[in-house]
Nanobody
């Protein structure tokens, strides 16, 4: 049984930084496509950053490029999201997700419908 547990969320002022962590168990991280998603109240869940299992490439939604960095520590089975230069519009519940299928395209890696395993989420609040 795959389990994902996020941590690292919190409140920060605009321009600040946070690092989210996602501890995974029940599988080997390198065998899964991993991603970070976020959801604001009343909005659809959106893909923020992902790592393709097929080619190991990282993908980012345009609004976070140059500010967020996704990384993976396979030895610790942990996924990270370093978030710098945070903006109020980054405020959301952030979720870690995993799936064993192989995708190669940006539109697949950042599509929340393609993921079967989800964490419980961690709240990020950025004040202006």
């Amino acid at each position: 049984q795959v389990q994902l547990v996020e941590s690292g969320g919190g409140s920060v002022q605009a321009g600040g930084s946070l690092r989210l962590s996602c501890a995974a168990s029940g599988y080997t991280g390198r065998g899964y496509c991993m991603g970070w998603f976020r959801q604001r109240p009343g909005k659809e869940r959106e893909g923020v950053a992902g790592i393709s299992r097929g080619n190991g490439r990282t993908y980012y939604t345009d609004s976070v490029k140059g500010r967020f960095t996704i990384s993976q520590d396979s030895a610790k089975n942990t996924l990270y999201l370093q978030m710098d230069s945070l903006k109020p519009e980054d405020s959301a519940m952030y979720y870690c997700a995993a799936d064993p299928r192989i995708w190669w395209e940006y539109s697949d890696v950042l599509n929340h419908m393609n993921y079967n395993y989800w964490g419980q989420g961690t709240q990020v609040t950025v004040s202006s």
